[in-house]
């Protein structure tokens, strides 16, 4: 057997020879091709204006539609309302709340101290914070908040030097 790579073509597909394994698919043969010339949209474009937007830190960041639909950019733009928020420690978990008017992070300071913080996600502006631990002496592992079915009461569990501990909140 040839290592031959062949093309799909449609009469091939009833000879039942052909292995998929031996078939290439291009990409690039488009039903959008004569699109974007029509637009004047060029590869070099797109990939300009993606290295502007990649590694924004503390820029708010505009979310683009992905490159192959380019041709229904009018349709995929502005769908996500994106900004960024500083955090003083790095972000271990983040859950948006069932109401969608909050945002719970734990952040994590070191192995023995982690804070859990609320924000709104309409002013941007913090709800509520805890600090876990901060004791030399002490570990903690925290990963995730819980909500209940309205998004009004949270929960969660982690783990502070071997105990095992359970913390409910609400805004």
Known sequence: MSNKVVAYKPEMANIGKVSR????????????EDVKEKM?????????????????????????????????RDVFNDLVISSNVPTMYPIVSVAISFDSKAAITITKKSESEYWVKMYSLT??????QE????EPHQYIKMKEVAQNATG?????????????????FTR
């Open 21 to 32: 394994r031996d078939i290439s698919y291009d990409d690039s043969d488009s039903q959008d």
């Open 40 to 72: 004047g949209i060029h590869d070099e474009t797109w990939m300009k204006e993606a290295e502007l937007l990649l590694n924004t830190p503390s820029f708010d960041t505009k979310v683009r539609p992905y490159n192959q639909f380019r041709s229904y």
């Open 123 to 128: 002013t941007l502006q913090q709800l509520f």
């Open 131 to 134: 600090k876990y631990g901060g």
């Open 152 to 168: 009004d009461i949270y929960a969660m569990t982690y783990f502070d030097n071997g105990n095992f501990r359970l913390r409910t």
